[in-house]
């Protein structure tokens, strides 16, 4: 997975250039800074969060553990549509991560896009309940 400082976001398509990003209600997945670490330190690992080929990584806030809710960034609108599942990818990276992630929706969220528009690192992000 390749790194971006900025991308544009359709509701078509997702992120511009992904091709997981097809309109199937997980187009777009969102890891969390803080979710990341504490799964990192739970598991004795300490790697990119690339490694958990997420779309976008979010500081200073947490997962919402639920669904429905939409998170706001500049223009673009993603409702989160369900749980980004741990898989046995984690486990193959670290032994004891695939575990490590599971609490409290660690391994974040999939969402759909409500909203296109374009976004870059350090925009804004806010979330409404659903």
């Known amino acids: 997975m390749e790194k971006q ?9 997702g992120i511009d250039g992904d091709a997981r990003g097809r309109k199937n209600g997980r187009q777009i997945s969102i890891l969390f800074e803080d979710d990341w670490a ?18 976008l990584l979010v500081s200073g806030m947490r ?18 549509v369900m749980e980004t599942d741990p898989c046995e990818v984690m486990e193959s990276k670290r032994v004891g991560l695939q575990q490590a992630m599971m609490p409290a929706w660690r ?24």
């Open 63 to 80: 997962s919402p553990q639920e669904e429905g809710g939409v998170f706001s960034i500049g223009g673009v609108r993603l409702e989160v």
């Open 107 to 130: 391994g974040g969220v999939c969402c759909r896009v409500v909203a296109g528009g374009s976004i870059r690192v350090g925009d804004a992000v806010t979330y409404s309940k659903a």
């Open 38 to 55: 504490d799964a990192m330190a739970d598991a004795g690992a300490m790697m990119d969060w690339s490694e958990r080929r997420a779309n």
């Open 5 to 13: 400082d900025e991308a544009t976001i359709t509701v078509e398509a």
